[in-house]
């Protein structure tokens, strides 16, 4: 299962937080990836200074914005939410 954590504290929440989390749970949805992704809403992650703050395995992701969270969606998660997928049917 891979874990993301998104950021709902003051400062990330200005930023747009609740828009990212929502992108992400609309891909996580639509791609059927349910059983491979948990989404989780965190208080501060220590990196609100590099966009709002984004952990994947508990590796940050710089510079995450509700204009990009499609982008990092499939950059960052997508992929090896497929690769579990893969192993889990093999």
Do not use: W
């Amino acid at each position: 299962m891979i874990e993301v954590k998104v950021c709902v504290g003051s400062s990330c929440h200005m930023k747009g937080s609740y828009q990212v989390i929502k992108t992400f749970e609309e891909l996580i949805q639509r791609n059927k990836l349910e059983d491979f992704v948990k989404l989780k809403a965190s208080f501060c992650l220590g990196c609100c200074l590099n966009g709002i703050a984004t952990t994947i395995d508990g590796t940050p992701v710089n510079n995450v914005g509700f204009s990009n969270a499609e982008k990092i969606f499939y950059e960052e998660i997508y992929n090896k939410a497929i690769a579990l997928k893969n192993n889990q049917t093999n």
